[in-house]
């Protein structure tokens, strides 16, 4: 495949547009919509695409890609889903998921749904749109309670709530409010609380053969305002006793969604039942940043996306062996700004690069810029990449970001 059409290659679709690049790929780009979150456009390079448009009506979209001769369609970041789905059908191209489970991959309650309704085991939930409905099912329910958004995307309105009068509040803040994927919560998703150990399980599938790339333990943060925030990011090695089970059930999951071609990103709970869903992405992990896969596990999403649609062969042989070895340990950790201000690199910069295990550093935020409390992924200023061979440095090293972090370093 040598001509593709990229949808809302932001976030870490534009590594893999820029792997596609330099595969010799041509490639148009098309925003899914006029106002999108100017979080989406940072790092977003427009030379590597001959053209870029943005999507107004369905019939100049198709003319676009029509004239361009377009082969495939990658979606690049959650907010081009429906978008690239649509894309898929019309113009029937090989490089897709199953249109009739287009839904299921979007709604988070229709998602689970889906996979109670096959016999993959799935979390209680309920979908509210009025809050009498929530207090008919919370008289059955433990707390704590989730709280979150039908359809967007990291961490954006997901609340931990202990108490009827937080659910309450929670949804109050949500219910007809617009998201981060520039959509309106005509309703409000409430599950039961799973306890356990949270990870990321990545897959690239072509024609249902699918290469896992990363498995990851999340370690995530609750605020005092019951908002769920990242932490750490942890990669973990295929010998590791969780991660054969946690692949297995992410398999079955994408089977039953229709994910058959392209990158995925599941959020699985690991209870003492075993793996239970918290939600899958028809798209790439947003964190994940070529030079630290280069030191971690050589392949990675990012690339494996790009070499399913330039090499398809080549991707095909991999998936005979398709599971990673770690060559380093790493963690990606996700600053948390503890209050409102001015953001200021240098001091912080400075203290990181003379960590031992200090890699990468991105900041979301221009010296001098505003600075928010963390209450999302949206919100946070930025993530610290550590990689080395020796686990112990990489949680040493954690400990004085934090504690830099509480001093306030990145504060004017």
């Not at 100017?38 to 009506?57: E, N």
């Not at 409430?190 to 990870?199: D, I």
């Not at 940043?289 to 330039?310: H, K």
């Not at 550590?386 to 990489?394: A, F, P």
Request: aromatic share 10%.
């Amino acid at each position: 495949m040598n001509r593709i059409v990229v949808v809302d290659g932001f976030s870490s679709g534009k590594f893999i547009a820029r792997h596609l690049s330099e595969a010799g790929c041509k490639m148009i780009h098309i925003a899914s919509d006029t106002s999108l979150d100017d979080y989406y456009y940072q790092g977003f390079d427009s030379s590597i695409y001959q053209h870029c448009y943005c999507h107004s009506s369905p019939g100049l979209t198709l003319d676009i890609i029509r004239e361009f001769g377009a082969e495939g369609v990658l979606c690049g970041a959650e907010t081009g889903v429906e978008l690239t789905d649509w894309i898929n059908q019309s113009q029937n191209f090989k490089y897709r998921n199953d249109f009739s489970q287009r839904a299921a991959r979007r709604n988070k309650f229709e998602m689970i749904e889906s996979l109670r309704e096959a016999g993959i085991t799935a979390t209680p939930q309920c979908k509210v749109c009025q809050w009498p409905q929530a207090v008919n099912w919370l008289s059955e329910q433990p707390y704590p309670v989730v709280v979150k958004p039908l359809d967007s995307a990291g961490s954006d309105g997901v609340f931990i709530c202990n108490s009827e009068d937080r659910v309450r509040s929670a949804f109050d803040r949500l219910i007809n409010q617009k998201n981060r994927m520039n959509s309106t919560n005509d309703a409000v998703l409430l599950q039961s609380f799973l306890t356990g150990t949270e990870y990321v399980v990545n897959f690239v599938s072509l024609n249902s053969l699918r290469l896992v790339t990363e498995v990851v333990r999340y370690h995530k943060r609750q605020l005092a305002g019951g908002n769920v925030v990242y932490d750490i990011d942890e990669i973990i090695d295929a010998s590791a006793g969780e991660f054969a089970g946690l692949v297995a059930y992410t398999h079955r999951v994408c089977d039953c969604l229709g994910i058959e071609n392209g990158p995925s990103h599941a959020e699985v709970m690991l209870t003492a039942d075993g793996p239970c869903l918290l939600e899958i992405a028809a798209r790439s992990d947003g964190i994940l940043r070529p030079e630290i896969v280069d030191c971690t596990t050589g392949m990675g999403q990012l690339r494996a996306t790009a070499l399913s649609l330039s090499q398809p062969q080549r991707f095909t042989e991999l998936t005979k062996e398709p599971v990673y070895r770690l060559k380093n340990h790493a963690f990606n950790v996700s600053l948390i700004g503890p209050r409102a201000g001015r953001f200021a690199s240098g001091a912080f910069l400075a203290r990181l690069q003379a960590l031992p295990s200090f890699k990468k550093v991105e900041f979301y935020l221009a010296d001098g810029q505003a600075v928010s409390e963390t209450k999302d992924v949206f919100s946070q200023p930025g993530t610290v990449y550590l990689v080395s061979n020796d686990k112990h440095q990489l949680w040493r090293d954690y400990r004085v970001i934090r504690e830099l972090e509480a001093e306030g370093i990145y504060y004017q």
